[in-house]
């Protein structure tokens, strides 16, 4: 089993920036895709960003492209996701997710129900 636990959300102004970060353990070596998903109240749960960890293959949400960054350092088992230019629609529970499976494209490292492992969230509030 893979364990989730992200860190580094809170409240910034718009414009900012956060950087979030998911440390994995457990089964991590198992690990094909690793996302970062949010969830705002009254709105259905997105992807925001994925990657296959194997070779650094990466996707977008379109709302995010061009402001957000997904990385990982394999030997620290951590993945983050560097938000830039920040604006209020941003404001969400930031989730990481892993999976095992092969994803055969890069289009579904965003669909929440391809992964299996999830944390447990961290809030991201963007004010005007």
């Known amino acids: 089993q893979v364990q989730l636990m992200e860190s580094g959300g809170g409240s910034v102004q718009a414009g900012g920036s956060l950087r979030l970060s998911c440390a994995a353990s457990?089964?991590?070596?198992?690990?094909?895709?690793m996302g970062w998903f949010r969830q705002a109240p009254g709105v259905e749960r997105e992807g925001v960003a994925g990657m296959a960890i194997i070779n650094g293959r990466t996707a977008y949400a379109d709302s995010v492209k061009g402001r957000f960054t997904i990385s990982r350092d394999n030997a620290e088992n951590m993945l983050y996701l560097q938000m830039d230019s920040l604006k209020p629609e941003d404001t969400a529970i930031y989730y990481c997710a892993a999976t095992k499976d092969f994803l055969s494209s890069s289009y579904y490292y965003l669909i929440p129900n391809r992964y299996t492992s999830w944390g447990q969230g961290t809030q991201v509030t963007v004010s005007s």
């Open positions: 457990g089964a991590t070596a198992s690990i094909y895709c």
